[in-house]
């Protein structure tokens, strides 16, 4: 099973700010890295699939990089609507693992 | 526009059992796997179990196995997990998530529904 350590838990971000998530897996995962948004009481919202791409319709400040182990979702210029829950998820191995997900609250 | 809703979530007792369900739109039901994934509170995302499109192919997490059965029913773009003897730490907020063909990771998913588990 490939453990996902997603780095960090809580993080604090003022309007304009380059905000980066990290994940980092146990194992070689290749691309097989996705990212996903989610608010309260609502569905997760899919943001980047296969490490590097942009979901279609996700804002271009959001990216994402990396291959292997090592994995970043960054949000450029972060806006107040931003404010969510993010979590990276793994689909090279079974069982489907995933991170244990970052808070980015703005001020 | 993909929607994906879930149902059947409340409080439960220990040992007990309940169903939940997923109601799907705007896709093609029968050409997907589906998921089920959840979140204990203040833990992270669990992935719980998958069926192929036909139902060929079901899989469970290790936590669940022999507790846990997912099925779909295509005529009616719905998917199901029948929770059997359930813990106190089964609870958590349950998530459908339709699954990408040929790739496996997850496209849309539903908002929860969330099962409690307590006397």
């Known amino acids: 099973e490939t453990t996902l350590t997603q780095s960090p838990a809580f993080m604090s971000a003022t309007p304009g700010d380059k905000v980066n998530i990290s994940c980092k897996a146990s194992q070689d995962i290749d691309d097989d890295m996705n990212w996903y948004q989610q608010k309260p009481g609502e569905a997760a919202i899919f943001i980047i699939q296969?490490?590097?791409t942009l979901v279609p319709g996700i804002p271009p400040r959001f990216s994402g990089s990396g291959y292997g182990t090592d994995f970043t979702l960054t949000i450029n210029n972060i806006e107040s609507e931003d404010a969510a829950y993010y979590f990276c998820?793994?689909?090279?191995?079974?069982?489907?693992?995933f991170g244990q997900g970052t808070k980015v609250e703005i001020k | 526009e993909v929607q994906l809703v879930e149902s059947g979530g409340g409080l439960v007792k220990p040992g007990g059992s309940l169903r939940l369900s997923c109601a799907a739109s705007g896709f093609t039901f029968s050409s997907y796997s589906m998921n089920w994934v959840r979140q204990a509170p203040g833990k992270g995302l669990e992935w719980v179990s998958s069926i192929s499109s036909s139902s060929s192919y079901i899989y469970y997490a290790d936590s669940v196995k022999g507790r846990f059965t997912i099925s779909r029913d295509n005529a009616k773009n719905s998917l199901y997990l029948q929770m059997n003897s359930l813990r106190a730490e089964d609870t958590a907020v349950y998530y459908c998530a339709r699954e990408v063909p040929n790739y496996g990771f997850f496209d849309y998913w539903g908002q929860g529904t969330l099962v409690t588990v307590s006397s």
């Open positions: 296969e490490a590097t």
């Open positions: 998820l793994q689909h090279d191995n079974f069982p489907r693992t």
